[in-house]
């Protein structure tokens, strides 16, 4: 028996522990680079498989020496099964997020043990790319992958939070490669590689449906069957990365002839090839001999269609709301700048000078990128340092300034946000870090009584225009109590300029949430999943049964009793994007619904002057 040991190697030599909160908002102690070690040699894969006596290799000393157990098998056959495994690992299919050293120890584990690497090492790319942040960079990280440039510095020669993260990231891929090296392709590969019974039960157990193909490298219908799998799989199956909220099936190809691809055969009584395999759950429903195209994609469709049924209002006809806009509602208009700023800088304290000289900054840069002189283009996206001078000097205010005083500023970050660079930097930041949202927010919801008008307004409307900019519109939907707090209160006001900005942003609130919906729908079908202009919100924020109840509550209780024809139809809307192919229907929305008498509610509207909330009131009422 030789003992198998994991080599694991933080790629970011500490700076992703240092950084990792400030960028993403999560601590992630290392980017974790490992190798196995058995007989006397450590195997790793970057430039495709290496192979150097342990500790030697460029990484320098293990941080950390895991025991993975001991394996009965003799190293003649473990060098055959790498010999195997070097037409799988090679070097332009490596990946930092998708296919690195990690999935190949993993792999090697399997194969030695029946064992796996540990889930904080193996799921180090799920959590980071379940981060705001991690889906803002994941274009860089494919980017690098595809031979882009390495990333630059600031005007004043000191790195932004964007590049500060492009560097670490191609610090370690640097690091990853081992050496500098010609750009390679990105891998985004639409099958799971499977080489051992231990990542094949792995694979079953973390996907509700598999499809499995085995396959040899002596069988002539492989070679004609085999592309077009590969077809499928990208047409209807969730990538190797997971960093997809895709319904559909896991595709693994699993060569007998290749590493422990015999034994998982054996496992499942396949004897010859080409042989295709249908799990739903962990278990087996189905197999399919032979290389027949059609009844393949049968069984697919099949497979998918009793994993995941359509929801029932799939075969609703509802032509309102389909072909209803999903575009948030923005308020883009720019006030009387020189008023506002009248009126703001008048109220700072005298002590406040430096306070006051920043107010004015960001006063003149919003002047500069959004009041259009005829002269030349807007101005520039401000730089991150900027940026944090402006939150800091918002800090100082709402802290010093009664709320009356503070709406003008409100008014200036409405704008602001409208700033992909301003949106994306506020959509990084950790729940510790202070940000315009959370400081209006909290003071909005610490006021003892209504706040004045002139307040919710202008926080109403710079809460909706969060929403062009999907980055921030997934940060304000994850942490929405205050929020909701607003959002509810909003809806019942006296004053119908306040009912337009709510029914706005329960508009804007309930149409991501749809547009994620309806994309799901969508790409389970082939087609399209969102429409340009269109923000969606991540599928975890769609499964907090609370919140909707909560939601349908405010808006049919505000619609029971509106009379403005614009703010009910924004609110019919809504209510309609909440219960449109909703996860919640038969246990949690409906018997609400009842109770509410909610039916009868939007049924009033069907009767309205409108033609537009007539019709769009007709189609939800076939939603209860």
């Known amino acids: ?64 020496v895991i025991n993975m157990g001991e394996t009965a098998l ?16 090679t070097a332009d299919k490596y990946h930092l997020l998708e296919f690195n050293c990690n999935s190949f120890t993993n792999d090697v584990v399997g194969f030695l043990t029946g064992g796996e690497i540990p889930n904080f090492i193996k799921n180090l790319p799920s959590d980071f790319l379940s981060t705001p942040f991690g889906q803002a960079l994941r274009p860089t990280i494919d980017q690098m992958y595809r031979g882009g440039s390495g990333p630059g510095t600031g005007a004043n020669g000191s ?51 598999v499809v499995a193909y085995f396959t040899s490298q002596s069988c002539p219908p492989c070679r004609v069957i085999g592309p077009i799998f590969e077809k499928i799989a990208e047409e209807k199956g969730i990538p190797a990365n997971g960093a997809t909220t895709k319904k559909g099936p896991a595709f693994t190809k699993i060569d007998m002839d290749m590493g422990m691809g015999n034994v998982v055969s054996s496992q499942f009584g396949v004897t010859s090839s080409p ?53 948030p509602i923005l308020f883009t208009q720019v006030p009387p700048l020189d008023s506002l700023s009248s009126k703001l800088l008048a109220a700072i304290p005298a002590q406040s000078g430096q306070v006051k000289d920043v107010a004015a900054g960001f006063i003149h840069w919003v002047k500069a990128r959004f009041v259009s002189s005829g002269e030349g283009p807007a101005g520039s996206s401000p730089l991150t340092t900027t940026i944090q001078s402006w939150v800091k000097a918002t800090t100082s205010l709402v802290n010093v300034l009664p709320m009356e005083s503070v709406f003008p500023l409100v008014d200036l970050w409405r704008l602001a946000v409208l700033d992909p660079a301003v949106a994306s930097w506020i959509s990084t930041q950790p ?56 959002l509810v209160s909003s809806l019942l006001s006296p004053e119908l300029a306040v009912r337009t900005a709510g029914a706005s942003l329960a508009f804007n609130c309930t149409v991501a949430i749809q547009a994620a919906r309806v994309a799901d729908v969508k790409t389970s079908m082939g087609y399209i999943a969102i429409s340009p202009g269109e923000v969606q919100v991540h599928a975890d924020n769609d499964t907090d049964e609370d919140w909707h109840v909560e939601m ?3 808006i049919v209780e505000a619609l029971r009793s ?5 703010v009910a139809h924004r609110l019919v809307a809504s209510l309609g994007c909440l219960l449109r192919l909703s996860p919640f229907g038969e246990a949690g929305i409906n018997p609400l619904l009842d109770v509410l ?20 009131a007709l189609d939800v009422t076939k939603l209860f």
């Open 1 to 64: 028996m030789a003992p198998v040991k994991l080599y694991v190697y933080d790629l970011s030599n500490g700076m992703a522990k240092a950084l990792s909160l400030q960028l993403t908002g999560r601590q992630i102690d290392g980017i974790w680079h490992t190798s196995v070690v058995v007989f006397g040699k450590e195997v790793f894969y970057g430039q495709g498989i290496s192979t150097t006596l342990p500790g030697k290799s460029h990484h320098g000393s293990p941080l950390q």
């Open 597 to 616: 008498a909610a039916k009868q509610v939007v049924e009033r509207q069907t009767r309205s002057v409108k033609d537009e909330v007539k019709e769009l």
């Open 431 to 486: 729940p510790s870090t202070p940000d315009p949202f959370k400081l209006f927010i909290h003071q909005y919801c610490k006021h003892p009584a209504t706040p004045p008008k002139a307040y919710s307004l202008t926080l109403l409307r710079l809460l909706c225009n969060s929403f062009s900019s999907e980055l921030l519109c997934q940060a304000l939907m994850a942490r929405r109590e205050g929020l909701t707090n607003i």
């Open 562 to 566: 509106e009379e403005n024809g614009d």
């Open 74 to 89: 003799d190293e003649e056959t473990f060098n055959e099964y790498i010999h195997d495994m070097r037409s799988h690992y």
């Open 275 to 327: 042989t295709f395999l249908f799990f739903k759950d962990g278990k087996k429903v189905g197999e399919l001999r032979g290389a027949d195209q059609a009844a393949l994609r049968s069984e697919v469709d099949l497979l998918i269609y009793t994993t995941y049924p359509p929801h029932p209002h799939t075969s609703l006809s509802l032509p309102k709301l389909q072909k209803m806009s999903l575009k």
């Open 159 to 209: 790195l932004s939070q964007p590049q500060l993260s492009s560097a670490l990231l191609q610090s370690v891929a640097n690091q990853a490669a081992g050496r500098p090296s010609s750009p390679i392709q990105a891998l985004s590969s639409p099958l799971h590689l499977t080489s051992n019974t231990a990542s094949f039960n792995a694979l079953l157990a973390s996907h509700r449906a």
């Open 552 to 554: 349908v509550s405010a």
